[in-house]
Nanobody, 128 residues
Framework: QVQLVESGGGLVQAGGSLRLSCAASGRTFGGYAMGWFRQASGKVREFVAAISSSGSTTYSADSVKGRFTISRDNAKNTVYLQMNSLKPEDTAVYYC?????????????????????WGQGTQVTVSS
C-alpha cells in the first residue's frame, strides 16, 4: 500500500511557475512508476507526465511538452512536477499516481487505468 500526498498548488498569473510535489509513504518508493494527471472542471482526467521506476525515462503530454518537467527523488520518496510558462488552460486539479512494478524498469504509463494508487489532488489556478 502506498499513500500519496500532493502539495504546491495555488493561484498564479499566466506565464508564472509552480512546482508540485507528491510525497509517498508506505512500500518502497523506488519500485513504482509515477505519473501526474489533471482534471479541469467538467472534463475528464487527462495525462500530464510520467516517469519510470528507474527514473531513466520521462514522457509528457504534447500540451505541456517544453513547459512541464517531471522528476523524482527516491531518497525523499517524492516526485515533482515543475510547471513553467503556465497558461489559463492549465487550470485544474492535479493528481499524482503510482503504479507498482515487479522490477525497476524504464517503462512509463500514460493511462489512468494503469495506476494503482492516487493522491487527493492539489488545485492549480492560472489567471489571465
Amino acid at each position: 500500500q502506498v499513500q500519496l500526498v500532493e502539495s504546491g498548488g495555488g493561484l498564479v498569473q499566466a506565464g508564472g511557475s509552480l512546482r508540485l510535489s507528491c510525497a509517498a509513504s508506505g512500500r518502497t518508493f523506488g519500485g513504482y512508476a509515477m505519473g501526474w494527471f489533471r482534471q479541469a472542471s467538467g472534463k475528464v482526467r487527462e495525462f500530464v507526465a510520467a516517469i519510470s521506476s528507474s527514473g531513466s525515462t520521462t514522457y509528457s503530454a504534447d500540451s505541456v511538452k517544453g513547459r512541464f518537467t517531471i522528476s523524482r527523488d527516491n531518497a525523499k520518496n517524492t516526485v515533482y512536477l515543475q510547471m513553467n510558462s503556465l497558461k489559463p488552460e492549465d487550470t485544474a486539479v492535479y493528481y499524482c499516481a503510482a503504479k507498482g512494478t515487479l522490477r525497476i524498469e524504464s517503462n512509463v504509463y500514460t493511462g489512468t487505468g494503469a495506476y494503482d494508487y492516487w493522491g487527493q489532488g492539489t488545485q492549480v489556478t492560472v489567471s489571465s
